[in-house]
């Protein structure tokens, strides 16, 4: 079946550093969207990408569809505090309509 | 005020015992999913509906099952043939292939 796989699974920066989280799926995806969970809390959608080579920003956060519409990456510029959580990639392939959603990246923050 | 509730926040049972975990919407959301997320790890599909009286299989159904008899309510039963209950719910409803709506979860403990 599909599987999607994120790397790093987790990632301990300074504040002011930046942080990116590549995801990678074994079969072509019709879009992929990304979620953020803060610790104790429940996913929280952030963006969704169609196009393939697709490059999206919002504020400090770049996401990125690849040309082949199997990987994705998101980058946070100067991490701040406020960006602790995990983040998940979630795909759709062409025929299911359900989401597969990537393993995660936990992302920590320090002063 | 629109979203998902989902009830209780935190559930204890003893092994053995059925338990139903309560999800509500009135985002007015055709599709609605369970998933299942152990420590540290991504989230699995357990039971989808994508419309009322209709439901299929995720990736991990087996000790699980489901109904779906009006648009907003989706609950989901832990059977004892499910081995390892022991986990965090998180149920999410959305329209179509866009973004999920989670609701804040429910922490099953089975000792």
């Known amino acids: 079946g599909q599987q999607v796989m994120q790397i790093p699974q987790y990632q301990h920066v300074q504040e002011g550093e930046d942080f990116t989280t590549y995801c990678n799926s074994s079969?072509?995806?019709?879009?992929i969207q990304w979620y953020k969970q803060r610790p104790g809390g429940h996913p929280v959608f952030l963006i969704q990408l169609v196009k393939s080579g697709e490059v999206k920003k919002q504020k400090r956060l770049t996401f990125q569809f690849g040309e082949a519409k199997k990987n994705s990456s998101l980058h946070i510029t100067a991490t701040q505090t406020t960006d602790v959580g995990t983040y998940f990639c979630a795909g759709f392939t062409g025929t299911a309509s359900k989401l597969t959603f990537g393993t995660g990246t936990r992302l920590q923050v320090t002063l | 005020d629109g979203g998902i509730t989902q009830s209780p926040k935190y559930l204890f049972r003893k092994e053995g015992q059925n338990v139903t975990l309560s999800c509500e919407q009135n985002l007015n959301h055709d599709a609605m999913y369970w998933y299942r997320q152990d420590p540290g790890q991504g989230l699995r599909l357990i039971y989808y509906?994508?419309?009322?009286?209709?439901?299929q299989k995720g990736d991990i159904a087996e000790g699980y099952s489901v109904s779906r008899e009006k648009k907003e309510s989706f609950p989901l039963t832990v059977t004892s043939a499910q081995k390892n209950p022991t986990a965090f719910y998180l149920c999410?409803?959305?329209?179509?292939?866009?973004?999920?709506?989670f609701g804040p979860g429910t922490r099953l403990t089975v000792t």
């Open positions: 509906s994508q419309i009322v009286n209709d439901f």
């Open positions: 999410a409803s959305s329209i179509n292939a866009y973004e999920q709506y």
């Open positions: 079969t072509t995806l019709s879009n």
